[in-house]
């Protein structure tokens, strides 16, 4: 699939919102993939956390829109204390996930729990999956 990047898209207002969000600066990685090499949760991926900071950075939003990656990111740190230029990409999930979440379009709800699912799960489950999931 033909991919077009611009100066627009790269300096646009998804860049500029994860960004400021995230408080890191998208241009230190240099793509050596040692975050996705050592990512508990990379097999739940779709797209590793490498391609992730790719695309975010090209503007290509379109791409990270309906991934699994940003929401099965566990915020281990795992990658963050690995990477050899200092990158926080924990932060660059999140806000991804913020930006996702504004658009008032929960990844996942209470209601989306089955009733008996919800008396089972301990409540700092619930509470701390829902403050990750839903807006
Ligand atoms: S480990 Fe750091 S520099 Fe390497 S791809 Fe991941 S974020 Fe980029
Ligand atoms: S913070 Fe997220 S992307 Fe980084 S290693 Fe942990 S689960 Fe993987």
């Not at 998804?14 to 241009?27: Q, Y």
Request: one cysteine or more.
């Amino acid at each position: 699939m033909p991919v077009t990047i611009s100066s627009a898209r790269t300096a646009g207002g998804f860049v500029k919102k994860i960004k400021e969000l995230s408080g890191e600066n998208l241009h230190l990685c240099y793509q050596c993939g040692t975050c996705s090499g050592g990512c508990p949760a990379a097999s739940h991926m779709d797209l590793s956390p490498r391609q992730i900071i790719h695309l975010a950075r090209l503007g290509l939003d379109e791409d990270i829109a309906g991934c699994r990656t940003v929401w099965v990111c566990a915020s281990c740190l795992a990658c963050t204390v690995a990477c050899p230029r200092g990158f926080d990409l924990s932060r660059l999930m999140e806000a991804i996930r913020q930006l996702a979440l504004r658009k008032r379009a929960d990844h996942v709800g209470p209601e989306d729990i089955p009733p008996e699912k919800r008396r089972e799960l301990p409540q700092i489950a619930m509470v701390s999956g829902l403050r990750k999931f839903s807006g």
